[in-house]
């Protein structure tokens, strides 16, 4: 049981254009999800936490305009990159966590490149 | 605000020698849980072991065991009978306890520790 999918795995875009990374629980209700940026070999990066039905709250330095977060269900949270430059490209990762259990179950990742 | 420090950027073992990672972590908080999860090449998190603060006994899981040193704030995870597959950056993380506090839920990493294991 836990098991949290991401889609798409990798995608590759063009500068200025937006991109749309799905978070899913699969097998239980989140009601909080987490999403990180990762760069090689470097520790997870805490960009955000969305609960559902409520507005994300986002980490010191993240821009909420261009990382875009939307909790809309217990098994889904999306993070839109906005207006997406070279920059932005990274390693992203969602978790989730049941209720108040402490375990954050992590999604696969997406790899995103912008040209 | 809490910080976690993994002072070993790299390590290499041996096909089924022991191998341990240290952590050690600053809170001021009292009650706490603290995570080792492992990321592979294929950069799926994994959740290897887990401890919560106020128990005394150290958490073990088959081949895995911590050392958890609440007044020294240290937390090492100690890998026995290595194995290929144990090869993975591996993270320390911290997450305050406490309902109420702003930082509920949320993971505090160390900086991560690649771990090689030689056949």
């Known amino acids: 049981g836990a098991v949290v999918s991401q889609h798409p795995s990798r995608v590759i875009c063009k500068s200025g254009t937006s991109v749309k990374i799905e978070c899913r629980s699969l097998?239980?209700?989140?009601?909080?999800m987490f999403w990180y940026r990762q760069f090689p070999k470097q520790s997870l990066m805490l960009m955000a936490t969305?609960?559902?039905?409520?507005?994300?709250?986002?980490e010191q330095g993240v821009e909420k305009d261009k990382f875009l977060i939307n909790h809309a269900s217990l098994t889904l949270s999306t993070l839109t990159v906005t207006s997406a430059h070279p920059e932005d490209s990274s390693f992203y990762i969602c978790?989730?966590?049941?209720?108040?259990?402490?375990?954050?179950?992590f999604g696969p990742g997406t790899r995103l490149l912008v040209l | 605000a809490q910080t976690v420090t993994q002072s070993q950027p790299e390590m290499s073992v041996q096909e089924a020698e022991t191998v341990t990672l240290s952590c050690t972590y600053d809170t001021s908080e009292s009650n706490y849980y603290l995570f080792w999860y492992k990321q592979p090449p294929s950069r799926q998190m994994i959740l290897v072991i887990r401890q919560e603060a106020y128990k005394q006994q150290n958490a073990t899981e088959n081949r895995f065991s911590v050392n958890f040193q609440k007044a020294a704030k240290s937390f090492s995870l100690k890998i026995s009978d290595s194995q290929l597959g144990d090869t993975a950056m591996y993270f320390c993380a911290f997450m305050p306890a406490y309902a109420g506090g702003t930082s509920y839920g949320k993971l505090t990493f160390g900086q991560g520790t690649i771990l090689t294991v030689h056949p």
């Open positions: 978790s989730a966590k049941r209720g108040y259990q402490e375990t954050q179950y």
């Open positions: 097998d239980f209700q989140a009601t909080t």
């Open positions: 969305s609960n559902e039905g409520s507005k994300a709250t986002y």
